[in-house]
């Protein structure tokens, strides 16, 4: 149990276009979702935590205009980049805390954005 | 805030040897303390997590260690094989689910 899907897990769009991220937790409800962010050889960044029906909370540094996510249900959240630029490339990879886990994130196998 | 480190950031061991990796946190308040394996191109899975009531745990080959007042955690990967090679994650949790994480470990299993 626990699979977090992701989709596409791998996008090429040209600059100044928009594109949107599923995440969704295939066998467990999850009411909190997170989205990071990873470069080459790094570490994972967390970029804002998004909770089911409300709005979601973004780190300090990221922009909230630009980076818009939908926690519409409690098995699906949606990253949408807009106006996106190639320093937006990354992997993006979600990941779902499973409802009355206590914190146990469980974790999508991550989409590859690269913006030409 | 938080801050994990992690070390050290490159390991290489023979196919049989054990692995151990060592994270440090910075905020007491953390309570929840998972590491994740991550392979080339793929999400972290989850391999062992432990909690701010318990010292230790073990799941077969893998076992993870707490001490509180140091504010350090272990992970020690036993009979290591080939198929341990990864990039593996140690991550502090706070009291509303957010991970902090280390900087990584490429373990790297030669046979």
């Known amino acids: 149990g626990a699979v977090v899907s992701q989709h596409p897990s791998r996008v090429i769009c040209k600059s100044g276009t928009s594109v949107k991220i599923e995440c969704r937790s295939l066998?467990?409800?999850?009411?909190?979702m997170f989205w990071y962010r990873q470069f080459p050889k790094q570490s994972l960044m967390l970029m804002a935590t998004?909770?089911?029906?409300?709005?979601?909370?973004?780190e300090q540094g990221v922009e909230k205009d630009k980076f818009l996510i939908n926690h519409a249900s409690l098995t699906l959240s949606t990253l949408t980049v807009t106006s996106a630029h190639p320093e937006d490339s990354s992997f993006y990879i979600c990941?779902?805390?499973?409802?009355?886990?206590?914190?146990?994130?469980?974790f999508g196998p991550g989409t590859r954005l690269t913006v030409t | 805030g938080e801050n994990v480190e992690q070390h050290p950031s490159t390991l290489s061991v023979q196919e049989g040897d054990s692995a151990v990796i060592k994270c440090t946190y910075s905020?007491?308040?953390?309570?929840?303390f998972p590491w994740y394996k991550q392979e080339l191109g793929k999400g972290p899975q989850l391999i062992i997590d432990?909690?701010?009531?318990?010292g230790e745990k073990k799941d077969q080959r893998i076992a993870v260690t707490l001490n509180k007042t140091a504010k350090h955690f272990s992970l020690h990967i036993t009979e290591t094989q080939p198929e341990d090679s990864a990039v593996y994650f140690c991550?502090?949790?706070?009291?509303?689910?957010?991970?902090?994480f280390g900087a990584g470990t490429q373990v790297v299993v030669t046979p």
């Open positions: 990941s779902a805390e499973k409802t009355g886990s206590y914190y146990e994130q469980y």
């Open positions: 066998d467990f409800q999850a009411t909190t």
């Open positions: 998004s909770n089911e029906g409300s709005k979601a909370t973004y």
């Open positions: 905020d007491s308040a953390s309570n929840y």
């Open positions: 432990i909690r701010s009531n318990v």
């Open positions: 991550a502090a949790g706070d009291s509303w689910g957010k991970l902090q």
